[in-house]
């Protein structure tokens, strides 16, 4: 029997990032990394900040998500993320001057902002960073 | 009566601002399907979150959310009015900023408080000038129109309606149903209603990481982050159909204008003629 497959859709409000057949994920959960391979057990699950890696016929695609949702039953998985970006087409500079406006907002500790915001928008700026470095 | 030369004149002016007129619809038309465009983009994901949503709300009990829970009394609403920062969009605003008239006229009958969100120069312009008390304002937002725009929108609304400010939300806005026809609406954005899943999925046993509570309270200001975004979307969609049908028509008045104006000019042109011809005629019967 060949090996099953997992339909996989990761939807942003913008566009379909990725539709088709994996052989398995990696996505970071809210307690930490999770792996799904396919016949998992029905899940709801929140994602943060991190990098998912999809396993498709032995080859392995990062992607960079800001948080969202995963449903995942066993033979698909729906990932509702506000942003996600395969590596290769993460915008280095974009992501770079994130950074720094989330570093100086940080750094000058006025009361006006949004120190909450300020923090998240950091992590992902990172983050975008850290999975581009990866490719 | 008018002279050839004026009428030359008047002829060119209306051709000109035929030409306008033109140009303005096709750039409308253009607007109004990259605006299609991108409606289409945001459903997989708005319909996707909305099921989700249904689905971890079935497993709660919404009065424990703060979103999701109906007050006891309404004694203050907001309405978010949409509308266009520009004019030359036919009834699209006259039509928008009635109907929120009408509702904000309504709740204040039933003696409860209105406060008004404008989205857009025209709305606010409205409002701001009459007795209304206009909150916070957005405007110019639609040249560059993003998805920052509605987040912020939100955030201000629920972080107001969580502090208590408001008992309940409404949006007011256009939606395009096609490229002739609008429909308003007139929806409640807070308390926000889960919807319902339907039998099948009721069936599965999801397990759920965080547990359902905190789940949701995620859930919750995504789906109205998206609800905003498509409320922003369909209005600016709505605004540049009506821009169309009214450049449209007013190209069409042009025309009828400049067939009219030929038509007169030829006839002034040809009594001139005639006038002449009799002239030249009588004076040489005079000479015989």
Same mark, same amino acid.
């Not at chain 1, 057949?21 to 929140?46: C, K, N, T």
């Not at chain 1, 396993?55 to 729906?78: H, R």
């Not at chain 2, 009958?109 to 606010?124: F, M, P």
């Given at each position: 029997?060949?090996?099953?497959?997992?339909?996989?859709?990761?939807?942003?409000?913008? +566009?379909?990032?990725?539709?088709?057949?994996?052989?398995?994920?990696?996505?970071?959960?809210?307690?930490?990394?999770?792996?799904?391979?396919?016949?998992?057990?029905?899940?709801?699950?929140?994602?943060?900040?991190?990098?998912?890696?999809?396993?498709?016929?032995?080859?392995?695609?990062?992607?960079?998500?800001?948080?969202?949702?995963? +449903?995942?039953?066993?033979?698909?998985?729906?990932?509702? *993320?506000?942003? *996600?970006?395969?590596?290769?087409?993460?915008?280095?500079?974009?992501?770079?001057? *994130?950074?720094?406006?989330?570093?100086?907002?940080?750094?000058?500790?006025? +009361?006006?902002?949004?120190?909450?915001?300020?923090?998240? *928008?950091?992590?992902?700026?990172l983050n975008r960073l850290k999975v581009a470095s990866r490719r | 009566m008018a002279t050839l030369r004026d009428i030359k004149r008047r002829i060119t002016s209306v051709k000109k601002t035929q030409q306008i007129t033109k140009a303005m619809k096709m750039v409308a038309a253009a607007k109004l399907r990259k605006a299609q465009e991108r409606i289409n983009q945001t459903r997989p994901y708005a319909e996707s979150l909305g099921d989700v949503l249904a689905r971890v709300a079935a497993n709660v009990d919404s009065d424990l959310n703060p979103y999701l829970k109906k007050p006891d009394?309404?004694?203050?609403?907001?309405?978010?009015?949409?509308?266009?920062?520009?004019g030359l969009c036919g009834s699209f605003n006259t039509n928008i900023i009635r109907t929120a008239r009408q509702e904000a006229d309504?709740?204040?009958?039933?003696?409860?408080?209105?406060?008004?969100?404008?989205?857009?120069?025209?709305?606010?312009e409205y409002f701001h000038r009459r007795d209304f008390d206009v909150v916070a304002k957005y405007i110019n937002i639609f040249r560059d129109l993003n998805y920052e725009h509605a987040k912020e929108i939100a955030r201000l609304v629920v972080r107001a309606y969580l502090e208590g400010e408001y008992d309940q939300v409404n949006l007011v806005f256009t939606a395009a149903v096609s490229a002739i026809k609008a429909d308003l609406h007139n929806m409640v954005y807070l308390p926000l209603s889960a919807g319902h899943s339907d039998e099948q999925q009721h069936d599965t046993d999801y397990l759920f990481e965080p547990e359902p509570e905190v789940l949701l309270r995620e859930l919750c200001p995504k789906n109205l982050n998206i609800q905003m975004w498509r409320a922003l979307l369909d209005?600016?969609?709505?605004?540049?159909?009506?821009?169309?049908?009214?450049?449209?028509?007013?190209?069409?008045?042009?025309?009828?204008?400049?067939?009219?104006?030929?038509l007169h000019y030829n006839k002034v042109r040809q009594a001139a003629i005639t006038t002449e011809i009799s002239e030249i005629v009588g004076g040489a019967e005079a000479l015989k």
């Open positions: 029997m060949a090996a099953k497959k997992l339909h996989l859709d990761v939807i942003t409000p913008f +566009e379909k990032v990725f539709s088709g057949e994996i052989d398995g994920i990696m996505a970071p959960g809210h307690e930490g990394y999770f792996g799904v391979l396919p016949g998992h057990a029905p899940m709801m699950m929140q994602l943060s900040i991190g990098e998912m890696k999809l396993k498709v016929d032995n080859k392995d695609y990062l992607y960079a998500t800001s948080g969202g949702f995963a +449903e995942i039953l066993p033979d698909k998985i729906t990932i509702l *993320a506000e942003a *996600a970006e395969s590596a290769d087409k993460i915008d280095i500079e974009r992501a770079t001057r *994130a950074r720094e406006r989330a570093e100086q907002r940080l750094a000058r500790k006025s +009361e006006d902002i949004d120190l909450d915001r300020a923090r998240m *928008a950091l992590a992902r700026a | 009394t309404v004694e203050s609403v907001c309405l978010v009015v949409i509308t266009s920062d520009r309504r709740l204040r009958a039933e003696g409860k408080t209105v406060k008004i969100v404008a989205v857009g120069r025209k709305g606010y209005s600016y969609a709505a605004e540049e159909s009506a821009r169309m049908v009214a450049m449209e028509s007013a190209t069409d008045n042009a025309q009828e204008m400049i067939e009219g104006l030929t």
